[in-house]
């Protein structure tokens, strides 16, 4: 998740939330409530205009809008939060709409955050497995770094071979290490962009000089390097593949552990029955449930009460094998802090 904060004034103000994964989609579950003003840039059916009495056909336009939430579920298809209420803020007024918010969405909350939202807001933020994206792009000579942001691209540095305090003047050499000096700190995820062959130079002698965030870098070929060279990553769908490998890296790291456990007879639960016992114990450390059953109200009520015990609750995507081994055992399973004695 990532969130922006606006002024809180006595606890009530404006945040807006960015959800990045499904779990995020389960925070949002539990931050927003009937009351709170929700704004989004949603789809909303207009008459299209005509010259007769009667338009023959409604389209969908995109349009700013603040709804008033009423009532807030998971989508019956497909994993998605939906907001329903009456809107205050733009066009229809009065009307009611629903707001579906999937990964990947924005949206802004106006609210009185309590202590314990906010606390859920930083707990999903640090639980991010994205971290801030970054995308380097580089010429020959020439390359700058990018911070992406909810609103677009922040120039974070340019760099020009030689331009370093006793760099040799149009030294390759020198300048792969300030790029180095710049990337080696990055956590997040990494995309290198530019023409040519010198992104594939740069990778390698990164990795040479031990830098783990070209060990993990993901290397796009655009025409150009600066603003034009990200706007051509965003359009090639290059952040939505990125995101979706790292997500499922998580997942399969997570179901590894939950199988290994299962096959040495370790620390873990799985199954509605066993996953119970254990949450009854106070045992649980990561609860991991199936997207399939985010609308079982059982299941929920059990989750709730393994996250107020302060288990981590991962949701994994049934559309993926991780996923898939999950709903075969279940839909649910735990990793436990001691093996139960039964």
């Known amino acids: 998740m990532k969130a922006e904060y606006g002024e809180l004034k006595g606890g009530y103000g404006e945040i807006r939330l960015f959800p990045e994964s499904i779990d995020d989609l389960w925070h949002l579950r539990h931050l927003i409530g009937p009351g709170d003003l929700v704004f989004a840039t949603t789809f909303r059916s207009v008459d299209a205009?005509?010259?007769?009495?009667?338009?023959e056909k409604v389209e969908k336009r995109p349009v700013r809008l603040g709804v008033r939430v009423e009532r807030v579920e998971f989508s019956e298809h497909g994993v998605r939060l939906r907001l329903t209420g009456?809107?205050?803020?733009g066009v229809d007024a009065g009307a009611h709409h629903t707001i579906n918010v999937e990964t990947g969405f924005e949206i802004s909350v106006i609210r009185h955050w309590r202590p314990v939202d906010l606390e859920r807001v930083e707990r999903a933020v640090k639980a991010s497995v994205y971290g801030v994206i970054h995308i380097l792009t580089i010429e020959e000579g020439e390359a700058e770094l990018f911070r992406l942001r909810q609103y677009g691209p922040e120039s974070v540095i340019t760099i020009t071979s030689g331009s370093g305090k006793g760099a040799e003047t149009g030294?390759?050499?020198?300048?792969?290490?300030?790029l180095v000096s710049h990337v080696q700190d990055?956590?997040?995820?990494?995309?290198?962009?530019?023409?040519?062959?010198i992104k594939d130079?740069?990778?390698?002698?990164?990795?040479?000089?031990?830098?783990?965030?070209?060990g993990r870098a993901v290397v796009?070929?655009?025409r150009r390097i600066g603003r034009g060279a990200v706007q051509e990553v965003v359009g090639r769908g290059a952040l939505e593949k990125l995101m979706d490998d790292l997500q499922l890296s998580r997942e399969v790291k997570v179901m590894d552990e939950v199988l290994v456990r299962i096959a040495q007879e370790g620390a873990v639960a799985y199954g509605i029955r066993e996953?119970?016992?254990a949450i009854g114990y106070g045992a649980v450390e990561q609860v991991l449930v199936s997207d399939t059953l985010l609308r079982d109200a059982p299941?929920?009520?059990?989750?709730e009460d393994a996250e107020a015990m302060r288990a981590t609750i991962i949701v994994l995507s049934s559309q993926f094998e991780p996923g898939e081994r999950l709903v075969a055992l279940g839909g649910l399973a735990a990793l436990l802090r001691y093996k139960l004695v039964t």
């Open 49 to 55: 205009a005509t010259d007769k009495i009667r338009p």
């Open 86 to 89: 009456i809107i205050e803020h």
């Open 171 to 178: 030294s390759r050499t020198a300048f792969f290490d300030q």
């Open 186 to 197: 990055i956590s997040g995820p990494l995309i290198i962009a530019g023409p040519g062959f």
């Open 201 to 214: 130079d740069f990778i390698k002698y990164a990795k040479s000089r031990a830098c783990a965030a070209a």
């Open 220 to 222: 796009v070929e655009t």
């Open 275 to 277: 996953v119970r016992e």
């Open 299 to 303: 299941v929920m009520h059990l989750i």
